[in-house]
């Protein structure tokens, strides 16, 4: 088993940075994958980036490449997302989600088996 907890969302303007984390418990943090998803209004969740179990390999998806970093402190049992250069279109929830499987990152939300209740972003223009 393996809670999540996100924090960090807010109100902020377009242009502006914000850092997400996830805090995580149960499971030993350091043997599984995260990643963050988002939802925004109207739309399916989607896959934002992924990071393995060591932080040695991440991955993006193209409409957040070069703007977002993923990270984690395996000693924290927290992973962030840093958020440069917001748009308009980041609008969103924002997701942490655990991969168990072991060694592939994955963009497929059906590969993530333990979710947080999400953080909500919202960038005016």
């Known amino acids: 088993q393996v809670q999540l907890v996100e924090s960090g969302g807010g109100l902020v303007q377009a242009g502006d940075s914000l850092t997400l984390s996830c805090a995580a418990s149960?499971?030993?943090?350091?043997?599984?994958?995260m990643g963050w998803f988002r939802q925004a209004p109207g739309k399916e969740r989607s896959f934002v980036a992924a990071?393995?179990?060591?932080?040695?390999?991440?991955y993006y998806a193209d409409s957040v490449k070069g703007r977002f970093t993923i990270s984690r402190d395996n000693a924290k049992n927290t992973v962030y997302l840093q958020m440069n250069s917001l748009k308009s279109e980041d609008t969103a929830v924002y997701y942490c989600?655990?991969?168990?499987?072991?060694?592939?990152?994955?963009?497929?939300?059906?590969?993530?088996?333990?979710w947080g209740q999400g953080t909500q972003v919202t960038v005016s223009s």
């Open positions: 149960g499971r030993t943090f350091s043997t599984y994958n």
């Open positions: 990071i393995s179990w060591g932080g040695f390999s991440t």
């Open positions: 989600a655990a991969d168990l499987r072991g060694a592939v990152r994955s963009t497929r939300q059906v590969d993530y088996a333990y």
